[in-house]
């Protein structure tokens, strides 16, 4: 019998699937500069919009006492989470899935409902993982154009770089604005680059062949939010556009992981009503950000039972760990922890939003953890010159801004290293 190539073993999905690149581990970077007989000491990690307050003291201690018991196999419906989690939210606790991590319910919303003659509909620079599934899948991924940004900082002050900017717009920042009619403030952002979800012409691209809507809110990496107005009108518009050939009404998964940090805002929208209106919709949130539990993988979809019963037939059985489960269900009863994490990442966007325009830097206002900054250079250059002060970002390029970084809130002391090093960074550039 003649011996095949394993290639022609392989889905054909697979030979242009792209991996995810995650965030440089802290252990990476220590190995690469020993490597090259460079000293670091705190090297830091901005990169992945992990809460540098770390997990609850009560996920920890839960995590102490369970420990003994890993031998076990998990609870696989995670009961106890399931349960105290419904009450919180208000639901039923089988309106609610968990993976690990909500990476995970993401691949299983493609294996359950995408097929290689569907479309799926993203938007530009949008979380990565929602093309990811339909491209695992065969689907089709139609990406649809930000919005234009209608702000730019400049000389303190936020100003609307377009005439059709709302004055919602600028509510939403607590700013004093000037009308844009014709003859606007020139932009310091670069010329066509958008932001934030245009909702309505995403409701505007579906056809027949549509089977989901990925939407985060708010968006990684710009850290922009759509507004309860702007999601009102998406609905709304989807009503009135071809339904696929199943006659429903697409799935809308809306992604909100960073949602516990701009659910203070005050548009910020209650997606949990279009659920409870029988909408089909997937809400997904995480214990990996605010609840500090990056390191332990869990993240849960609500949705309606139906929808939650198609998924759960293919979630793999015992996918959250036991000690997961245990830290998550302790993080539910620490307030105290989420408000030290929100006040922390508002005193720190404050001071990083002073410093880069004392540095001449663009970024964009951000409802997350995390900042968005226009280099005016490559971003992987700027990435790789930090990495050797011992800092740790996101190049942008993968997102479609080359000129781009993205750096997570940190410490006040991590905050003033990256600022010290961005400072050397763009020196050296100048002297250049």
Known sequence: MKKKDIKELVRKEVFSFQPYIPGKPIAELERELRQKGVKVKNIIKLASNENPLGPSKKAISALERSAKNIYFYPESSCPELRKKLAKKLQVKPENLIFGNGSDEIIELIGKVFLNPEDEIIVSEHAFIRYQMAGDLMGSKVVTVPMTPYPFVIANSSLVIATPTASLCEAKRWGVAISLGTGSVKQSRFSKGVGFTHDLVAMAQAVTPKTKAIFIANPNNPTGTYNTADEMESFFNHLTTYPLNHLSTMPLVIIDEAYYEYAKGEKDY?????????????????????????????????????????????IRPPFNVNSLAQEAALASLDDGEQIKKSIQLVKEGKKYLYQELKKLGLNYVPSAANFILIEMKKEGKKVFT????????????????????????????????????????????????
């Open 269 to 313: 929208p209650d997606t949990l009503k279009y659920f409870r209106g029988g909408k089909n919709i997937i809400i997904l949130r995480t214990f990996s950000k605010i609840y500090g539990l990056a390191g332990l993988r869990i993240g849960y979809g609500i949705a309606k039972k139906e929808i939650i019963d198609f998924l759960e037939r």
């Open 385 to 432: 010159e930090l990495l050797e002060q011992g800092v740790i970002v996101r190049a942008m390029e993968e997102y479609g801004f080359p000129e781009y970084i993205r750096v997570t809130i940190g410490l006040p002391e991590e905050n003033r290293k990256f600022i010290q090093a961005l400072k050397k960074v763009i020196s050296i550039a100048i002297s250049r």
